[in-house]
C-alpha cells in the first residue's frame, strides 16, 4: 500500500489528510461545521497514484463499472475497495440526470474507510449539482435527486440542513483538492485565487451574515455563479484578445500554486483554436495546453450517454504520467 511505500514524512502527511477527509461525513451540520475534519479544500503529499472520474450522475452501474475496470473496487457486489494505496478523486456531480444517486453515496461511503485502511483515500469534491441541491432542496434542476430521496422515506429539505447520513455526507464536500501539483475540481476555474484563500472563500459561507437566515450560502456566486470553481465553461480562454488560452492557465496554475488543472462539468464538444491537438469531440476525455488541463467529464451516465466512461490515472514521477482508463480497462496514455 502506499503508506508503506512513502517516507515517514510524507506518509505521515498522507495519512493525515485522508483521515481528516474520510471522518467529514459524520460530522458537518448547517450550523457548524469540523473543519479540521472537514477541510474546505482537500490536500495531501506524498502520493504514487491518483485516480480521478468526472460526473458520475446518478448512474450506479456506471460507476460500478469504471472503478472495478480501473483495479478500484471488486468487480461484483458487495463492493470493496482493492485499490490499495491509491487516492480516488471523484469531482462532483455525483447526483442527478441518472436515478441511482444514493446507490452511489452508498457505496461512496463504505469505500472511504476501506481506502483509508489500506493507506490510500477517496476523495469527492462538490459539484454544481450538489451545491444547488444544498441552496435549494425544492429546486427543479436537482427535481431528479429529490424524487430518491422521497422514494427513501426522506424530507429533501430536511436532507439539505444535514439530517440524515446524506445530509451530513454532502454538507462536508470539500470545494477542491490539490495533491502533488494536481488541482481538482468539478469546473477546474479558481480564478486566479491561492488555495488559501479558495479555502477561506468557502469557508465563510457556511458562516450567517445575517441575510441567509442561518443557511449556508451555497447559492453564491462564488460557487454557481456563471464564472465560478462549479459552474464556468471555457473559463482558460485569454481575456484579453492577445492572451494566449496557455499564458491565462499559467497564471492562474502559479497562484494555487499547482501544474495541472482536472475538472468535469462539461462533456460537450469544445473548440481549442489554440492548441495543436485541436478541438475536443463531445464525450472524450482529453489533454489540451501540454498538461495544463485534462477535461474528464465523459457524459458517462447513461441519463447523458456521451461514452461508456472511464477515469484519468496519474502515476507520480519524473515527469508525472497521465492515462485514460476506459470502462473495459484499456489504457491509453494523454501526457506526456
Known amino acids: ?186 469546473a477546474g476555474n479558481s480564478n486566479g485565487m491561492t488555495e488559501s484563500a479558495l479555502a477561506q472563500t468557502f469557508e465563510a459561507l457556511f458562516k450567517d451574515n445575517g441575510t441567509a437566515g442561518g443557511r449556508i450560502r451555497f447559492d453564491d456566486p462564488f460557487l454557481i455563479g456563471a464564472d465560478s470553481i462549479l459552474e464556468a465553461q471555457t473559463w482558460w480562454r485569454g481575456s484579453a484578445a492577445s492572451a494566449s488560452s496557455a499564458s491565462a492557465i499559467d497564471a492562474d496554475l502559479a497562484a494555487l500554486p499547482a501544474a495541472h488543472f482536472v475538472f468535469g462539468h462539461d462533456p460537450g464538444a469544445i473548440d481549442f483554436p489554440d492548441d495543436p491537438q485541436g478541438n475536443r469531440a463531445r464525450g472524450q476525455m482529453v489533454m489540451r495546453y501540454d498538461g495544463r488541463l485534462f477535461l474528464i467529464d465523459m457524459g458517462m451516465s447513461s441519463a447523458v450517454g456521451y461514452s461508456d466512461g472511464g477515469l484519468l490515472r496519474i502515476v507520480r514521477g519524473n515527469p508525472d504520467q497521465a492515462t485514460f482508463i476506459t470502462s473495459t480497462g484499456t489504457s491509453t496514455v494523454l501526457w506526456p
Request: with cysteine.
Open 1 to 186: 500500500p502506499l503508506a508503506r511505500c512513502l517516507t515517514p514524512l510524507a506518509r505521515c502527511r498522507l495519512l493525515a489528510a485522508v483521515c481528516l477527509l474520510s471522518a467529514c461525513g459524520k460530522s458537518a451540520t448547517t450550523s457548524s461545521r469540523d473543519w479540521g475534519a472537514a477541510p474546505a479544500l482537500f490536500k495531501a503529499t506524498g502520493a504514487e497514484e491518483i485516480d480521478a472520474v468526472g460526473d458520475l450522475h446518478g448512474d450506479i452501474l456506471v460507476a460500478a463499472r469504471v472503478l472495478s475496470a480501473a483495479g478500484l473496487i471488486t468487480a461484483s457486489t458487495p463492493f470493496r475497495w482493492t485499490g490499495g494505496g491509491r487516492i480516488l478523486v471523484i469531482t462532483g456531480d455525483v447526483i442527478d440526470k441518472g436515478t441511482s444517486a444514493l446507490p452511489i453515496i452508498d457505496l461512496l461511503m463504505g469505500l472511504e474507510p476501506e481506502a483509508r485502511a489500506a493507506g490510500g483515500g477517496l476523495v469527492v469534491t462538490l459539484g454544481n449539482h450538489e451545491a444547488e441541491f444544498l441552496a435549494d432542496p425544492k429546486g427543479a434542476k436537482t427535481a431528479d435527486f429529490q424524487a430518491e430521496l422521497v422514494n427513501r422515506g426522506l424530507d429533501p429539505s430536511n436532507v439539505a440542513t444535514g439530517q440524515s447520513s446524506y445530509g451530513a455526507w454532502l454538507l462536508a464536500r470539500p470545494v477542491a483538492a490539490l495533491i502533488d501539483g494536481w488541482f481538482f475540481s468539478h
